[in-house]
């Protein structure tokens, strides 16, 4: 196959549930990504944070609480920021390892990446975004009394959520480029990007936490990507999931993705960011394709093999 230029979406399953997690799982995550660099594509990665950033946030209010000299909330922007710094320290090590041992020599570089959003968008409004771990009920209640929104998580416990407003702009869109043109390895806009809104000159840090799925598609688009890939804890997207007449997609058209949308097929907070990423990213041109599949599949996938394609027409 051809050299193509893909964005790769990592999430939650790619990088593991805390610090000793990640060591391992950015390993197994590399050679995945490894496998389509040594087929000659030209890789981006994003990754999600979601299990990171509720760390960080309580993680900053527990030290707040013991050290009266420290504040206990520290902005989501703030933790997002950590976040992608620590995964992408771990990841680009982790893969520069990879490449050097299959004889590959390429930099790998992190970009701590902000994204701006409306300050006006609804979902500042209607937190629908889950971060942190799952809540067994009585911490759900400790958690709603603290003043934080709790709900429930496609049948999979408490969690708690924040806002998570549209991506409009990659910030240092520009420094991406460069260094992919320069032949690098680049991971950007993790975590969804650090949300910030632009005061003239100033960019301000705002309390959400952007969806990667979303960050990631714009990612795509503004690199004129050929491929979205969205590496997931699903082989394939289902109709009917969970359900007797559970049936696994392979390729749709967007218009078919839509369908499926408004018909209630996909959770909001899991795979309907993926699908509306992938619609996104598929109709803004016609040699653009979207894949949702596993970590495991992704050289299958973008051979055509496995994982659900969506595609303009
Ligand atoms: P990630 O961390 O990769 O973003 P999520 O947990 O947010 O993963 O979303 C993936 C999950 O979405 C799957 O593991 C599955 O449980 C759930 N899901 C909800 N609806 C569907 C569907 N229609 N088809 C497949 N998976 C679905
Ligand atoms: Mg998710």
Request: aromatic share 6%.
């Amino acid at each position: 196959m051809d050299k193509k230029r893909i964005v790769i979406a990592l999430g939650g399953n790619a990088l593991g549930n805390n610090l000793p997690e990640q060591y391992v799982a950015v390993q197994t995550t590399s050679k995945a990504i490894a496998d389509l660099i040594e087929e000659g594509h030209e890789v981006i990665i994003s990754h999600g944070n979601g299990p990171q950033v509720g760390m960080i946030n309580n993680a900053m209010g527990a030290y707040g609480r013991m050290d009266p000299n420290h504040p206990t909330f520290t902005p989501l922007s703030v933790c997002v920021a950590m976040s992608q710094a620590y995964i992408g320290y771990d990841l680009q090590n982790a893969l520069r390892e990879e490449l050097l041992n299959r004889g590959i020599e390429k930099s790998v570089a992190t970009v701590i990446t902000q994204v701006r959003v409306d300050e006006k968008d609804p979902a500042f409004f209607n937190p629908t975004k889950p971060i942190g771990p799952y809540l067994t009920s009585e911490e759900a209640i400790a958690a709603i009394a603290e003043g934080m929104q709790v709900k429930e998580d496609s049948g999979r416990g408490y969690r708690r959520v924040v806002a998570s407003p549209k991506p409009l702009e990659i910030v240092e869109i520009g420094t991406v480029r460069d260094l992919l043109t320069a032949g690098e390895i680049v991971i950007a806009s993790g975590g969804g990007g650090i949300p910030v809104i632009r005061q003239g000159n100033h960019l301000k840090g705002v309390g959400a936490v952007i969806d990667k799925d979303f960050a990631s598609c714009l990612l795509a688009k503004e690199l004129n990507a050929d491929f979205l890939i969205i590496l997931t804890a699903v082989e394939k997207v289902a109709l009917n999931f969970g359900k007797e007449n559970e049936t696994w997609l392979d390729t749709v058209t967007v218009e078919e993705a839509r369908q499926y949308a408004a018909e209630g097929h996909f959770a909001p907070g899991s795979m309907l960011p993926k699908v509306e990423a992938g619609i996104a990213f598929a109709e803004s041109g016609p040699e653009r394709t979207a894949l949702i599949t596993l970590l495991e599949k992704a050289r299958d996938g973008i051979n055509g093999k496995t994982g659900t394609r969506i595609r303009l027409n």
